[in-house]
Nanobody
């Protein structure tokens, strides 16, 4: 199995940027497709972005496309989410997750096997 720890959250003004990191330990990081999800107060968890085990195959929610970029460094066992042009509606707890199934990056959180504890992102207007 793999253990995931997110960092990089915080409070920024609308229009600003943040970069989230997710450090993985345990089983080989490159064995997993990885994803970012978020959950705002009173709302269900939603998909943000996902990336394949290796290479550049990525997937994004329409709400973040063009503003967020997911990437990974398998040598450093780390997943990233670069968030630009942030909006108040991006405020949420952001979670990274690992998917050990074969195939490409998925947007269905139910398909992910391991989750981090989350990091709070707050965007002020």
């Amino acid at each position: 199995q793999v253990q995931l720890v997110e960092s990089g959250g915080g409070l920024v003004q609308a229009g600003g940027s943040l970069r989230l990191s997710c450090a993985a330990s345990g089983r080989t990081f490159s064995s997993y497709n990885m994803g970012w999800f978020r959950q705002a107060p009173g709302k269900e968890r939603e998909f943000v972005a996902a990336i394949a085990r290796v290479g550049s195959w990525t997937s994004y929610a329409d709400s973040v496309k063009g503003r967020f970029t997911i990437s990974r460094d398998n040598a450093k066992n780390t997943l990233y989410l670069q968030m630009n042009s942030l909006k108040p509606e991006d405020t949420a707890v952001y979670y990274c997750a690992a998917d050990q199934r074969l195939g490409g990056p998925r947007s269905d959180g139910a398909k992910y096997d391991y989750w981090g504890q989350g990091t709070q992102v707050t965007i002020s207007s």
